[in-house]
């Protein structure tokens, strides 16, 4: 075990775990961050999303010791009232379905807005192509994408 100190959303955090534990379950595990979902361990689905210096991560296969000083952003921490353009547009475009999926994303549409503030619907395609929606709710995700684009 080691102990590795964190920035997780604005808050600095110390933990002891294995160096190669998945920043997942640092998360969930041994912070009850709860938002970030597991999806398929293989971060091929999305699901655990997370911002690592507003880049895009998937922390199923993230090490925790892979981190460093870099400043990790979940969903808890994109909008303490939830009013962040992306997380307003999803509401009003009524995005989510079954939800499993939304928290990745939206943690996915952050990291696109964030380097590309007004992306082409295929920029928006190419950028999202890696998380899986099951219940196909891929044309409201493009579209709040487009509106929570006209807020930056």
Excluded at 22 to 51: E, F, H, N
Excluded at 87 to 98: D, G, L
Excluded at 127 to 134: K, S, W
Aim: include cysteine.
């Amino acid at each position: 075990m080691e102990k590795f100190n964190l920035i997780i959303n604005g808050k600095k955090l110390q933990v002891e775990v294995e160096p190669d534990m998945p920043l997942l379950w640092v998360l969930r595990d041994i912070l009850s961050m709860k938002g970030t979902k597991y999806g398929c361990g293989q971060a091929l689905c999305g699901a655990c999303t997370v911002l690592l210096d507003d880049e895009a991560i998937r922390a199923c296969t993230y090490p925790v010791s892979e981190v460093g000083d870099q400043k990790i952003t979940t969903i808890e921490g994109l909008s303490k009232e939830g009013n962040h353009p992306i997380q307003k547009a999803w509401v009003e475009h009524v995005v989510p379905q079954c939800g499993y999926c939304q928290t990745g994303q939206i943690m996915n549409a952050a990291a696109l807005l964030k380097r590309n503030p007004k992306p082409s619907d295929a920029e928006i395609e190419s950028a999202m192509a890696g998380n899986i929606c099951r219940c196909g709710t891929y044309n409201r995700i493009k579209e709040a994408i487009l509106t929570a684009s006209k807020s930056y």
